[in-house]
Nanobody, 127 residues
């Protein structure tokens, strides 16, 4: 089992920045892929970005590439999402997710691709 705890959400004005953290515990994460998703009110949960724990390879959805940056700190077992240039449409609950990289990795941009989830942290951007 992997436990994930997000933090760092809050309220910010448009154009501002926030840094989210996801602290992981329970397993050695060397062979894991970590991701961020978000869910706005009344909408489905959508993919934001993923990072491979061992190599640090990253991927972003196009609309967030250049504004958001995913990183990980191996020593702290923590994944981060730095969000800059925030817009009102970025308002959502942001979730951290994890999966073991072995097996089928065809769904890394989908909710079903991940086995472990955090409880989420609210980000509100006011215009």
């Amino acid at each position: 089992q992997v436990q994930l705890v997000e933090s760092g959400g809050g309220s910010v004005q448009a154009g501002g920045s926030l840094s989210l953290s996801c602290a992981a515990s329970g397993r050695t994460l060397t062979n894991y892929i970590m991701a961020w998703f978000r869910q706005a009110p009344g909408k489905e949960r959508e993919f934001v970005s993923w990072i491979t724990w061992n190599t640090g390879r990253t991927y972003y959805i196009d609309s967030m590439r250049g504004r958001f940056t995913i990183t990980r700190d191996n020593a702290k077992n923590t994944v981060y999402l730095q969000m800059n240039g925030l817009k009102s449409e970025d308002t959502a609950v942001y979730y951290c997710a994890a999966r073991n990289s072995f097996g089928d990795n065809n769904y890394l941009m989908e909710v079903r691709g991940y086995d472990y989830w955090g409880q989420g942290t609210q980000v509100t951007v006011s215009s």
